[in-house]
């Protein structure tokens, strides 16, 4: 009922749905933006918008992987034991190679111990 032509909510909830969506988008690489790099936060942001769109294949992976993970705790509370470290570890797999595409935003690769 809220996505019927005469209901003014079905446009706002259409509305709120894609920001919720670019949002979540955006937050997967402001995570890797906010480790130890010196930008503002318009910068991290608005960097993370452009990511989040030139690698969209990505990103829809990632919302759909976390929303898998969610409804498996959801449905199975025992398995908040294991789906937050499997979805992170398999988002790190994804993003590493996004990460080295792009060493002028992300900073050079330091050997660990240096």
Do not use: D
Not at 24 to 45: A, E, P, V
Not at 52 to 78: K, Q, S
């Amino acid at each position: 009922t809220y996505f019927r032509e005469e209901s003014w909510i079905g446009a706002v909830n259409l509305g709120l749905a894609i920001f919720a969506a670019a949002i979540l988008s955006m937050m997967f690489y402001n995570f890797l933006l906010l480790s130890g790099r010196g930008l503002s936060i318009k910068t991290q942001f608005s960097t993370s918008f452009v990511l989040g769109i030139r690698h969209f294949p990505t990103t829809i992976l990632l919302v759909v992987m976390l929303i898998g993970a969610a409804t498996l705790v959801e449905v199975f509370p025992l398995a908040a034991l294991f789906a937050p470290g499997c979805f992170c570890w398999l988002a790190g797999r994804w993003l590493r190679p996004i990460e080295k595409k792009y060493p002028a935003v992300f900073g050079e690769e330091k050997p660990v111990g240096e």
